[in-house]
């Protein structure tokens, strides 16, 4: 059956608390209650359907929660100030001391660095493993393991996880698929492919503007009101709560995910196919040559493409280096760290996002110096910008004189 995340959203009606187009912006901190008995009973728990204190909830926090579940396809979803907001309460609301995690080992830099550094503290520990291969992901669950996280398609590597696979893998140990899947809104749908908790960083292609950042966690009705229990709730009690005018800023911006998500998808695989077909080692999982290629191909929701991350390898730091500089001076993008922008944004994920990983780590997963991360901007005539693009690389001789095509 077809599946698609944008008419979920339009089906969704809400209006201003004056028949407005848009809801109302909730601009309070705290919420009055008619009993004072209905008080007690919120602090007892019983916080459904209740506002209390916008840290718990607010009704514009609701509103962009509700969105996001209804794309996600889970029962409902709490936004947090941060993507790495979202990420932490979760692990914390799932872990505590002498548990243990299974993560994929190319995951978001702040997510490793989460794991590998801040956790130990707390006496969580963390194995991290090529979550492409499904047989090294089991054997590296323990009777301690609390879940199996991994991104959709991995940052900066594009790695494709084959969540039915991994589901499975979970089920079987009663654990958790926890999956970020910032990379790939509306392409991939983690939810009917067997994950549990999905997490996404509005930050990028949900927000789509750069200029705010903000998270999600899309999941069961029990496990979101467990984050926001008042006695235990990590997302509740560690505090990263999404301010309400922000929520109602990134539910306006939403409203055109899904164009944008299509036509950062044609134009990635447009510059793709044409780099590939010019001999460079460009990696999108769009390409039949991407390993992961046919998994993505079962995941996505056809009409949303691959999504808009695309690699490719200039050679060494120098030359990407010198490429970025000279693209950003010609106006084809910002040097620039985060995704999801209008603008092309791109930057060297070894010396910049993910340097939190230690180098040998970085070359044990493949990736190299030379490598540029490429977040595809929404230009409208994209053979133009590819034609500047290769005019950059011969320059620079990245790409050889002699390719013409
Ligand atoms: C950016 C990013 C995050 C962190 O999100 P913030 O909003 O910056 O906290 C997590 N995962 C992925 C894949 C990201 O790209």
Known sequence: MKFDPASKIQDLQYFGEFGGVNPSISDSSTYTFLSAKTMFDTFEGNTEGCYLYSRHSSPSNLYLGEALAAMEATETANVTASGMGAI????????????????????????????????????????????????????????????????????????????????????????????????????????????????????????????????????????????????????????????????????????????????????????????????????????????????MKRMINADYGFGGMMTLDAGSLEKANALMEMMQERNLGYLAVSLGFYKTLFSAPGSSTSSEIPEEEQKAMGLSDGLIRFSIGLDEDIERTYQSMKTCMKELGILSEAVTA
Do not use: W
């Open 88 to 295: 932490t309460a979760v692990i914390l609301q799932l872990c505590g001391a002498g548990d243990h995690i299974v993560s994929g080992r190319t995951v978001y830099g702040g997510t490793y660095a989460f794991m590998k550094n801040f956790l130990p503290k707390l006496k969580v520990t963390t194995s991290f493993i090529d979550i492409t291969k499904p047989e090294v992901v089991e054997a590296a669950i323990t009777p301690h393991t609390k879940m199996i996280y991994c991104e959709a398609v991995s940052n900066p590597l594009l790695e494709v996880a084959d969540l039915e696979a991994l589901s499975a893998i979970a089920r079987k140990h009663n654990i958790p698929l926890v999956v970020d899947n910032t990379f790939t809104p509306m392409n991939i749908t983690p939810k009917n492919h067997g994950a549990d908790i999905v997490i996404h960083s509005l930050t990028k292609f949900i927000n789509g503007s750069s200029d705010t950042v903000g998270g999600v966690v899309c999941g069961t009705k029990d496990f979101c009101l467990s984050l926001k229990d008042v006695n235990d709730g990590a997302a509740m009690l560690l505090g990263s709560t999404m301010d309400s005018l922000r929520a109602a800023s990134v539910l306006k911006n939403m409203r055109t995910l899904h164009i944008r998500m299509k036509k950062h998808s044609e134009n990635a695989l447009y510059l793709a196919q044409k780099f590939e077909a010019d001999g460079l080692k460009v990696v999108y999982p769009g390409l039949p040559s991407h390993p992961g290629h046919e998994t």
